[in-house]
């Protein structure tokens, strides 16, 4: 399932204040630190699934300086049963619950725009997605959020900079 809708990928900045309109995703340094919030819709996971394997995938958008900055970054997943859209409140990123999981990624150099490939492909969050999809209120067709925090710089692309490019999520898994 892929990003899909403006307000349905969003930056918000230390300050608090949340873009939901930017062309690319700075994960994660921008002017400032931010935080980057990914929401994917109708997901036709029943509840209580096994997620055997899942990952993110990303499309470059601006190549990496030459050398880069080392990148590490942390997602997790939002602790509800249907995770309701961004708006451009204040915090709206950053104040939702998260979930108890959480997987580490320090993504290689991103080189080439365009690129959407393993480099840009985050490790295994099926530890993520399981703690949304085991909740007793999530049904099948339900929205989760991903919330992506940490340091560096790797520039996606975003729902409002390429929508066939924006963030792209991939569940296996058993009924």
């Known amino acids: 399932v892929r990003v899909s809708a403006s307000s349905d990928d969003a930056e918000e900045k230390s300050s608090g204040t949340v873009d939901l309109t930017s062309s690319d995703l700075e994960l994660i340094e921008a002017s400032s630190v931010q935080i980057v919030g990914v929401r994917f819709n109708g997901l036709a996971i029943p509840q209580g699934a096994t997620v055997v394997s899942a990952y993110v995938q990303f499309q ?6 030459d050398p880069p900055p080392p990148t590490v970054l942390t997602i997790h997943g939002q602790a509800a049963d249907n995770a309701p859209t961004f708006t451009a409140t204040a915090g709206n990123v950053s104040n ?4 108890a999981a959480a997987v ?8 080439t725009v365009g690129d959407a490939g393993p480099d840009q492909q985050t490790p ?11 909740r007793g209120g999530w049904n099948s067709s339900n929205s989760l959020v991903l919330i992506i925090s940490g340091a560096g710089t ?11 490019g924006a963030p792209l999520l991939h569940v296996e898994y058993v009924p």
């Open 60 to 65: 470059v958008d601006e190549a990496d300086p």
């Open 96 to 99: 939702r619950d998260r979930t």
């Open 104 to 111: 580490s990624w320090e993504p290689p150099t991103w080189q």
């Open 124 to 134: 295994d969050i099926s530890s993520v997605i399981q703690e949304i999809v085991d």
């Open 154 to 164: 790797r520039v996606a692309e975003a729902y409002d900079g390429d929508q066939t």
